[in-house]
């Protein structure tokens, strides 16, 4: 066994260094060969260099002048005439592929008008035959059939309105109701008096106008009178007599003749009030103590003018005589 193991690892060894004396062999050649050819081929080159070099050091004016030139003309010339025919070769092409897409365009939409043309064509065909099927067939069951479903619809669609109509107006009643019933009936009044006291305002505002100024007019009289009386109290010496007399003690003729004067001649007319002249006179105007008013346009004129009638002097006090 161990033999076989010993000629087995022999002859693996044997066959390691076959190999890699094979591959050594087969470098060294590989090698020499490479080395060869590059010598070869560097000799090569540097002949042809060398050759060139002569060669172009003899002619230099052929390489340096008339080469290029020629190889320019014959590069100007080839590259024009190739740009040419390849610019003309791109517009036939172009020329070719618009004039054949227009003519398939054309083509197609040629084609595709007479196909539209032929399907509207059988569409109305076919809508005609329908139309006129179905109008036979409506009017054959209009009778029997459509009258009583269109007077049922009708009277459904009526039933409806009315329906729709009536609740509309219960729920508008219902608003109203829940509105008044919402507003308070003292605010509800409120705006009620509000409205005829403004009415009322309105109708009889010329007089409510008359009414204010006469108010005011007469609260501007008794300012006015009170203001001359307090003034007086203190500067008039008649006012203690005319306080005697608003007090209630009586008044003699001869005090009434002692003063500026009350001159009655006994003539009726004399004795009819100045003013109304229907009335007899009976009240003493005060400090001026003329005896020209009755009692009613007295009245009447302490609320329009509080002085008196014959010398205009302002009455403080009246008194009621009787002569």
Same mark, same amino acid.
């Given at each position: @066994?161990? &033999?076989?193991?010993?000629?087995?690892?022999?002859?693996?060894?044997?066959?390691?260094? $076959?190999?890699?004396?094979?591959?050594?062999? &087969?470098?060294?050649?590989?090698v =020499?060969?490479? &080395?060869?050819?590059?010598?070869?081929?560097?000799?090569?080159?540097?002949?042809? +260099?060398?050759?060139?070099?002569?060669? %172009?050091?003899?002619?230099?004016?052929?390489?340096?002048?008339?080469?290029?030139?020629?190889?320019?003309?014959?590069?100007?010339?080839?590259?024009?005439?190739?740009?040419?025919?390849?610019?003309?070769? %791109?517009?036939?092409?172009? =020329?070719?592929?618009?004039?054949?897409?227009?003519?398939?365009?054309?083509?197609?939409?040629?084609?595709?008008?007479?196909?539209? +043309?032929v399907?509207?064509?059988?569409?109305?065909?076919?809508?005609?035959?329908?139309?006129?099927?179905?109008?036979?067939?409506?009017?054959?069951?209009?009778?029997?059939?459509?009258?009583?479903?269109?007077?049922?619809?009708?009277?459904?669609?009526i039933t409806?309105? +009315?329906?729709?109509?009536?609740?509309?107006? %219960?729920?508008?009643?219902?608003?109203?109701?829940?509105?008044?019933?919402?507003?308070?009936?003292?605010?509800?009044?409120?705006?009620?008096?509000?409205?005829? +006291?403004?009415?009322?305002?309105? !109708?009889?505002?010329?007089?409510i106008q $008359?009414?204010?100024?006469?108010?005011?007019?007469?609260?501007?009289?008794?300012?006015?009178?009170?203001?001359?009386?307090?003034?007086?109290?203190?500067? =008039?010496?008649? /006012?203690?007599?005319?306080?005697? @007399?608003?007090?209630? !003690?009586?008044?003699?003729? $001869?005090?009434?003749? $002692?003063?500026?004067?009350?001159?009655?001649?006994?003539?009726?007319?004399?004795?009819?009030?100045?003013?109304?002249?229907?009335?007899?006179?009976?009240?003493? &105007?005060?400090?001026?103590?003329?005896?020209?008013?009755?009692t009613?346009?007295?009245?009447?004129?302490?609320?329009?003018?509080?002085?008196?009638?014959?010398?205009?002097?302002?009455?403080?006090?009246?008194?009621? /005589? %009787?002569?």
């Amino acid at each position: @066994m161990i &033999t076989y193991v010993a000629k087995l690892i022999n002859l693996f060894a044997l066959t390691i260094q $076959s190999v890699l004396h094979v591959a050594w062999f &087969t470098g060294k050649v590989i090698v =020499d060969v490479l &080395t060869g050819i590059s010598c070869a081929v560097f000799n090569i080159i540097s002949n042809l +260099i060398l050759f060139f070099q002569i060669v %172009y050091e003899d002619n230099i004016s052929i390489f340096t002048e008339d080469l290029p030139d020629l190889a320019n003309d014959l590069f100007a010339a080839t590259a024009g005439q190739w740009i040419q025919l390849q610019n003309g070769v %791109y517009k036939l092409y172009e =020329d070719v592929n618009c004039r054949f897409s227009a003519i398939i365009g054309s083509v197609k939409w040629l084609i595709d008008a007479v196909i539209i +043309i032929v399907f509207e064509v059988l569409l109305l065909f076919k809508n005609t035959i329908i139309l006129f099927g179905d109008t036979l067939w409506f009017i054959l069951t209009f009778i029997p059939v459509q009258l009583p479903l269109l007077l049922k619809a009708l009277f459904k669609n009526i039933t409806d309105v +009315i329906v729709t109509e009536v609740v509309e107006a %219960y729920m508008g009643l219902l608003k109203i109701t829940n509105f008044l019933t919402d507003v308070p009936l003292q605010s509800f009044v409120g705006i009620i008096s509000a409205v005829v +006291i403004v009415r009322l305002c309105i !109708h009889f505002r010329e007089n409510i106008q $008359s009414q204010v100024v006469a108010l005011y007019w007469s609260l501007v009289r008794k300012l006015w009178y009170y203001y001359y009386a307090f003034y007086n109290y203190f500067v =008039d010496p008649d /006012v203690r007599e005319i306080t005697r @007399m608003s007090g209630g !003690h009586e008044i003699s003729l $001869s005090e009434q003749q $002692s003063g500026v004067s009350v001159v009655d001649d006994g003539s009726a007319a004399d004795a009819l009030c100045v003013i109304c002249q229907e009335r007899q006179k009976c009240v003493l &105007t005060l400090p001026c103590r003329h005896v020209c008013l009755c009692t009613e346009c007295c009245m009447r004129l302490y609320g329009y003018q509080r002085t008196c009638p014959i010398c205009r002097t302002f009455i403080y006090h009246s008194v009621t /005589v %009787y002569l």
